[in-house]
């Protein structure tokens, strides 16, 4: 039982450890401001990826307009810091209460229609909340919401990163993510074995919808201005690649799904059509050799050696 | 069986309509509390869609399920395996691509009680909630010969293994009445014999109640206490093995020609 | 008065813009019936008929109809070229599988059109049918009457196709059930593969008649068209053939009326909210039979 217990420690203080190299290097000027700037939207993009996870990879409902809780919760905080005041810490968690609130309502009725339906389902919905967002006066209409103060850095993504990890983690080693992953298995069985069906699509629905707040309010602080055209079903379309990419079903996978996207797009920035063409062969290749993606269902906490060394970390500390 | 207890489970005058046709017909039966009763009768005759009628797969067209006296019609299926009954499928539905272990423990589901806040932090009930279900999971294993499988992948197990793991599977969600669709089928005669120790036993280890479908008559008449014969969507017989063996109507309709040559 | 007045003329704009939906929808709902795919890249298989009608009449100098036949038969190709390389190798692999494919063929025809005509929007040159009538105050112009009158002739031949040939008998036995078809002895590959070439060539004919009727086509056109013809499909009962083109028609009608009188900017928001609605009160959609699920 205390070995679980350490082994979340070995994970933190390695968490910790990679967070202070960075922060380091940061400080000491010896990354430019490009790369920093995408080192925070991998972060920002792991918490997407991994959150999209919970509801595609682990639970099995396949959404496709996961830009669109990223876009309340980047609304909701701006709104929050600009107009109210509040401190960034605040503006994340009232984006998250909002994108999460926004899944609830919308997971309730929509999670009932089955794959490729609920797919399109939550595509249109995606839209429809960028839509309405564009006929909002308030926070800008079309033309974009001006004057953000930049508030997010590499510690506010790192962090919110870990939290979300941590979490998600949890939840899909506990009784309850159990029964997430027994709905993607077999629905019929899932629910003839206790597992209240609706129930547990819909927490997971809300739960990726509010990290998705997350995402969006330190994606928007990130950037003086945000206009509904971020967060098109394209940007979904973004995030879904990288789930796909680093396998439906892994937290592990996530992580390296959005830091490989993240770093083709930062590299093929300048040649835009054809990163996308190299997205479109790579996600058909893969669909084709893996599609179970690179980790399918596997953590890198799985992998032998990885596993020994923590063993043997969370082992010694114990002694 | 005490004359005077009240039945685990009733049935009254149940019906399923599909389209036209009736594949449940005005059907009405019982089991007390600890019997192993058999649900037997050629293919289509309607065995399987009681058995989705009692877990609330379906909805009966009309008619009344009492559960110890309760109505259960119109429950959601995990709403009823709350209640009390678990079952298997008579086409394997295993979580194929999960461990056999995490089959075993994602049934202890309903009987979990720490929340979400306590999944996330990892505190409270958690940890001792967990590893006794690990251990409970463990130990189901074993009564099913799938110990050493337990790290496998659940798809991986030849098929008598994965019959033997839905009913461990379905153990685990703790049940009162146990409902097993066809369990030996695709298993040779010996894998059958041994099937048919482990019902019993576990009948007697877990206090269970029995209601099971088969097509394999050693099995049924070996182990049920009672058995009722379903043709097209009817009862037309109902008794001991004894007497469903001698039973001509039985044999007309069950064994068919074969038997009468 | 004044209101019934545009009522009515959005009702005519509505019904041409309608039934470009709905050839787009006939292919999706086909290829959905035979294969249970969204097939995402329909849109821009769509795109890919508009360019090359495009380029029927400006470089190759033909006339509207010629060029019109030429896309349909080069797109309809296409169309069975993707399914070739790009679905058949999933045939039993997973549908989510085959719907990521289906999402990555989208992109590679998007951004591989970028490439090659880049995203520079064209203008249809002068077809000859810039001339409008006024009937009773009512103003039909001839693009829209052209778009009436390609979409029933090709409505027409395709219900000849579907209802007396042999292939379309096999198309609808294979949707109704494609392994019990297969028993039967049809080729069920042939008929996927003249599925697509259909579905796809009535696409291009859709494509065609936009460009003609809105001037202006670009690599990205096919996006919202498809996912709104996919809403047509779903709306009248996906598989359903007359079902797709109703729905196409409602839907273009809906879309006009709300462009007409609410705002423009809520057109595309109308179209994802009938889909939400038609799924959640019944995804069978208008034509459509509930089923239940066997255990
Ligand atoms: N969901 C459904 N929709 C339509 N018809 C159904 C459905 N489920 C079952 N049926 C029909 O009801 C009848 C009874 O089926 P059922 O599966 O209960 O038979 P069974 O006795 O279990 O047969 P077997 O021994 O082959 O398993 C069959 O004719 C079957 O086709
Ligand atoms: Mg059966």
Same mark, same amino acid.
């Given at each position: 039982?205390?070995?679980?217990?350490?082994?979340?420690?070995?994970? !933190?203080?390695?968490?910790?450890?990679?967070?202070?190299?960075?922060?380091?290097?940061?400080?000491?000027?010896?990354?430019?401001?490009?790369?920093?700037?995408?080192?925070?939207?991998?972060?920002?993009? *792991?918490?997407?990826?991994? =959150?999209?996870?919970?509801?595609?990879?682990?639970?099995?409902?396949? =959404?496709?307009?996961?830009?669109?809780?990223?876009?309340?919760?980047?609304?909701?905080?701006?709104?929050?810091?600009?107009?109210?005041?509040?401190?960034?810490?605040?503006?994340?968690?009232?984006?998250?209460?909002?994108?999460?609130?926004?899944?609830?309502?919308?997971?309730?009725?929509?999670?009932?229609?089955?794959?490729?339906?609920?797919?399109?389902?939550?595509?249109?919905?995606?839209?429809?909340?960028?839509?309405?967002?564009?006929?909002?006066?308030? $926070?800008?209409?079309?033309?974009?919401?001006?004057?953000?103060?930049?508030?997010?850095?590499?510690?506010?993504a790192y962090?919110?990163?870990?939290?979300? !990890?941590?979490? *998600?983690?949890?939840?899909?080693? =506990?009784?309850?993510?159990?029964?997430?992953?027994?709905?993607?298995?077999?629905?019929?069985?899932?629910?003839?074995?206790?597992?209240?069906?609706?129930?547990?699509?819909?927490?997971?629905?809300?739960?990726?919808?509010?990290?998705?707040? $997350?995402?969006?309010?330190?994606?928007?602080?990130?950037?003086?201005?945000?206009?509904?055209?971020?967060?098109?079903?394209?940007?979904?379309?973004?995030?879904?690649?990288? $789930?796909?990419?680093?396998?439906?079903?892994?937290?592990?996978?996530?992580?390296?799904?959005?830091? $490989? *996207?993240?770093?083709?797009?930062?590299?093929?920035?300048?040649?835009?059509?054809?990163?996308?063409?190299?997205?479109?062969?790579?996600?058909?290749?893969?669909?084709?050799?893996?599609?179970?993606?690179?980790?399918?269902?596997?953590?890198?906490?799985?992998?032998?050696?990885?596993?020994?060394?923590?063993?043997?970390?969370?082992?010694?500390?114990?002694? | 069986m005490a004359e005077n207890t009240k039945p685990l489970l009733k049935t009254e005058d149940v019906s399923e309509v599909f389209g036209g046709l009736k594949a449940v017909d005005d059907f009405d039966f019982y089991i007390n509390r600890g019997e192993l009763i058999g649900l037997i009768g050629p293919n289509g005759a309607g065995k399987t869609t009681i058995f989705n009628l009692i877990t609330?797969?379906?909805?009966?067209?009309?008619?009344?399920?009492?559960?110890?006296?309760?109505?259960?019609?119109?429950?959601?299926?995990?709403?009823?395996?709350?209640?009390?009954?678990?079952?298997?499928?008579?086409?394997?539905?295993?979580?194929?691509e999960l461990s056999v272990l995490d089959n075993v423990k994602i049934a202890y589901h309903c009987h979990v009680k720490y929340g979400l806040l306590e999944t996330v932090f990892r505190m409270g009930r958690y940890f001792g909630e967990e590893d006794a279900i690990t251990e409970q999971s463990l130990k189901l294993l074993k009564i099913f010969k799938l110990d050493e499988h337990a790290h496998e992948v659940a798809k991986n197990l030849p098929y008598g293994?994965?019959?033997?793991?839905?009913?461990?599977?379905?153990?685990?969600?703790?049940?009162?009445?146990?409902?097993?669709?066809?369990?030996?089928?695709?298993?040779?005669?010996?894998?059958?014999?041994?099937?048919?120790?482990?019902?019993?036993?576990?009948?007697?280890?877990?206090?269970?109640?029995?209601?099971?479908?088969?097509?394999?008559m050693s099995l049924v008449m070996g182990i049920c206490e009672r058995i009722y014969v379903l043709e097209y969507g009817i009862i037309i017989a109902e008794g001991t093995p004894a007497e469903i063996q001698n039973n001509p109507e039985v044999i007309r309709a069950y064994l068919g020609t074969e038997a009468v040559n | 008065m004044d209101f019934l007045h545009q009522f009515i003329q959005q009702l005519i704009n509505g019904v041409s813009l309608g039934s470009i939906y709905a050839l787009i929808a006939l292919g999706y709902t086909m290829i959905y019936g035979i294969i249970k795919l969204i097939n995402f890249a329909h849109g821009d298989i769509y795109m890919v008929g508009a360019y090359l009608g495009f380029f029927g009449v400006t470089a190759a100098g033909l006339p509207i109809l010629p060029s019109l036949l030429i896309s349909m038969l080069v797109t309809g190709c296409l169309g069975m070229v993707v399914e070739k390389l790009a679905y058949k190798p999933l045939r039993h692999a997973p549908r989510i599988s085959l719907l990521i494919t289906a999402?990555?063929?989208?992109?590679?025809?998007?951004?591989?059109?970028?490439?090659?005509?880049?995203?520079?929007?064209?203008?249809?040159?002068?077809?000859?049918?810039?001339?409008?009538?006024?009937?009773?105050?009512?103003?039909?112009?001839?693009?829209?009457?052209?778009?009436?009158?390609?979409?029933?002739?090709?409505?027409?031949?395709?219900?000849?196709?579907?209802?007396?040939?042999?292939?379309?008998?096999?198309?609808?036995?294979?949707?109704?059930?494609?392994?019990?078809?297969?028993?039967?002895?049809?080729d069920s590959d042939r008929v996927i593969s003249m599925t697509f070439f259909i579905g796809s060539s009535l696409a291009a004919a859709a494509g065609v008649l936009v460009g003609v009727y809105y001037n202006t086509i670009d690599p990205l056109m096919g996006i919202m068209p498809g996912l709104k013809a996919f809403v047509a499909a779903v709306l009248g009962g996906i598989g359903i053939l007359p079902g797709a083109v109703v729905g196409g028609i409602i839907l273009g009608v809906i879309e006009a009326l709300v462009a007409g009188f609410l705002s423009s900017t809520f057109r595309d928001a109308a179209a994802f909210a009938i889909l939400i609605l038609v799924l959640l009160v019944k995804p069978s959609g208008l034509f459509g039979k509930n089923t239940n699920e066997k255990v």
């Open positions: 039982m205390n070995s679980v217990r350490k082994r979340d420690l070995v994970m !933190l203080v390695f968490g910790l450890a990679v967070f202070g190299t960075i922060q380091g290097m940061i400080s000491g000027g010896m990354i430019g401001s490009f790369w920093q700037l995408n080192i925070i939207l991998i972060c920002i993009n *792991v918490i997407m990826a991994v =959150s999209l996870n919970l509801i595609n990879g682990y639970t099995g409902q396949f =959404s496709i307009g996961h830009a669109g809780f990223m876009a309340v919760g980047a609304y909701v905080g701006v709104v929050a810091t600009t107009n109210f005041h509040l401190p960034l810490i605040a503006a994340l968690i009232l984006g998250a209460i909002g994108a999460g609130i926004l899944g609830f309502m919308i997971g309730l009725p929509t999670l009932r229609l089955r794959g490729d339906y609920l797919a399109i389902a939550t595509l249109g919905l995606g839209e429809i909340i960028r839509i309405v967002i564009m006929n909002i006066e308030y $926070v800008g209409g079309a033309a974009g919401f001006k004057g953000i103060a930049h508030l997010t850095n590499f510690a506010w962090f919110a990163m870990l939290v979300t !990890l941590f979490f *998600v983690k949890n939840f899909v080693n =506990s009784s309850h993510g159990r029964a997430c992953i027994a709905i993607r298995e077999n629905e019929i069985a899932a629910e003839a074995m206790g597992v209240n069906t609706t129930k547990y699509k819909v927490m997971a629905f809300t739960i990726g919808a509010a990290f998705a707040g $997350v995402a969006g309010g330190l994606f928007a602080h990130q950037f003086y201005l945000i206009s509904p055209n971020s967060f098109t079903f394209l940007a979904s379309f973004n995030y879904l690649i990288m $789930v796909v990419l680093g396998g439906m079903g892994s937290i592990t996978g996530s992580i390296a799904g959005a830091f $490989v *996207v993240t770093f083709i797009s930062a590299a093929l920035a300048s040649f835009p059509e054809f990163r996308m063409i190299i997205y479109a062969l790579a996600l058909i290749l893969l669909m084709f050799y893996r599609p179970q993606g690179l980790f399918g269902y596997m953590e890198i906490t799985n992998f032998a050696p990885v596993k020994k060394l923590l063993d043997k970390l969370s082992g010694t500390k114990g002694e | 609330g797969v379906y909805v009966p067209t009309t008619g009344e399920i009492l559960l110890d006296g309760e109505s259960i019609v119109g429950l959601k299926p995990y709403e009823i395996t709350q209640r009390g009954i678990a079952r298997t499928f008579q086409n394997i539905r295993l979580f194929s293994a994965q019959r033997r793991l839905e009913i461990a599977r379905a153990l685990a969600a703790q049940p009162k009445l146990l409902l097993l669709d066809e369990p030996a089928a695709g298993m040779n005669p010996q894998e059958t014999h041994e099937l048919m120790e482990m019902i019993r036993w576990i009948r007697s280890q877990f206090d269970l109640t029995i209601l099971l479908i088969e097509h394999d | 999402i990555g063929v989208s992109f590679f025809l998007e951004y591989a059109g970028m490439y090659f005509v880049t995203a520079t929007p064209r203008t249809f040159p002068n077809t000859g049918l810039n001339f409008a009538f006024d009937v009773a105050g009512f103003i039909i112009n001839g693009q829209q009457l052209m778009i009436f009158a390609i979409t029933i002739i090709l409505m027409a031949i395709l219900t000849y196709i579907v209802q007396k040939t042999k292939l379309g008998k096999a198309m609808r036995a294979a949707s109704f059930d494609t392994e019990t078809a297969q028993l039967m002895g049809i």
